[in-house]
């Protein structure tokens, strides 16, 4: 059962794909384990933090709690509701309360479509709002995500804006059906340096102005440093540790995460950085026995290699999958 506070729970998610092995075939024994028994939740007004190196199922996982993807198995409860139970009917209505901003602003943007329509499209699809009072809407929602005056953008094509007003219009997109719950999958990781802080700035003040929810998928800890509330890390389809995002920064309880935190550039040269020797990540097609980290891990020893550990809560609220961290 989920707590009342939750506003997505995950249960056990797994999502796994057949290998190719030809134009038509098919090998059904072999699979890519893209998430592999999931579960997490997400309370009611925090950002959610997933971060991990590419690959590790991150994006999957927001997919699957969406309902773009099905699960392999598992469940996803959305406000208490087993989502995968819900008619096509009802994942219209569900669609108004739980919106996505994608990565690529230059992607996800129609380039025959103007501005204007393309925030304005939601309200049409949803039978929210016509004419005037969708225009009007528009203006308010370009306003909003600091593209003004409205009147210079709202007749304006994609190629027209620099990275950052395309993200920007992809947020105003995503509030346009006053939702509740919003997935930022790499919101600022195709924009220049100098433009992320003013997109991240944004999305803390939308947050507490429109009352959101975020999931937040990213694998820059800076971002997590600054945006999220609780984090996850993620590694080849599992979450290896979980816990507030400063428990998990300042005292990481797995060795993946102590990587990721030491692969952090140091801004000063004189400062000497720590580092950890790691190989190179490995693929999802090809999960090792036991601990998935275990062949990169610079403290792997015989279990490691045989067994799978359990994430199991360390300190509390703060859970670590790691055999070095459980009490004797």
């Keep these: 059962m989920t707590k009342p506070d939750d506003i997505v729970a995950v249960k056990e998610l797994r999502k796994y794909y057949p290998i190719q092995r030809g134009i038509f075939a098919i090998d059904r024994h072999s699979v890519v384990r893209a998430v592999d028994n999931v579960s997490f939740s997400i309370q009611k007004g925090e950002t959610f933090t997933l971060v991990g190196e590419s690959g590790s199922g991150k994006t999957t996982t927001a997919k699957i709690i969406l309902r773009l993807i099905e699960p392999t198995s598992g469940t996803v409860f959305f406000e208490g509701n087993d989502i995968s139970r ?42 929210l709002a016509r004419g005037e009072e969708a225009r009007n809407k528009t203006m308010r ?105 400063e428990d998990v920064l300042n005292s990481s309880l797995h060795p993946y995460t102590e990587m990721l935190i030491a692969a952090v550039p140091v801004p000063d040269p004189s400062e000497k950085q720590h580092r950890i020797a790691v190989g190179e990540s490995l693929s999802p097609r090809d999960v090792p026995k036991g601990c998935r980290f275990s062949p990169r891990c610079p403290y792997v020893f015989a279990r490691c290699k045989i067994e799978e550990p359990s994430l199991l809560e360390i300190n509390p609220g703060h859970f670590a999958a790691c055999f070095l961290r459980e009490k004797k």
Excluded: C, W
């Design 86 to 127: 819900f008619t096509k009917k009802d994942m219209r209505s569900l669609r108004q309360r739980m919106q996505i901003v994608f990565q690529n602003p230059y992607l996800s943007l129609n380039p025959r479509n103007k501005i204007g329509d393309i925030i304005a499209e939601p309200l049409y699809i949803h039978k």
């Design 141 to 245: 929602l370009l306003e909003a995500v600091g593209l003004s005056p409205a009147e210079q953008f709202f007749n304006r094509y994609p190629h027209q804006l620099s990275g950052g007003q395309r993200q920007r219009v992809m947020i105003a997109r995503a509030l346009s059906l006053s939702p509740n719950f919003i997935v930022a999958d790499e919101p600022v990781s195709a924009l220049d340096v100098s433009l992320r802080s003013q997109i991240l700035n944004l999305l803390q003040d939308l947050k507490s102005e429109y009352h959101l929810t975020y999931l937040l998928i990213t694998h820059d800890l800076s971002v997590v440093e600054y945006m999220g509330d609780r984090t996850a890390v993620m590694y080849l389809g599992r979450i290896v540790e979980i816990g507030t995002t």
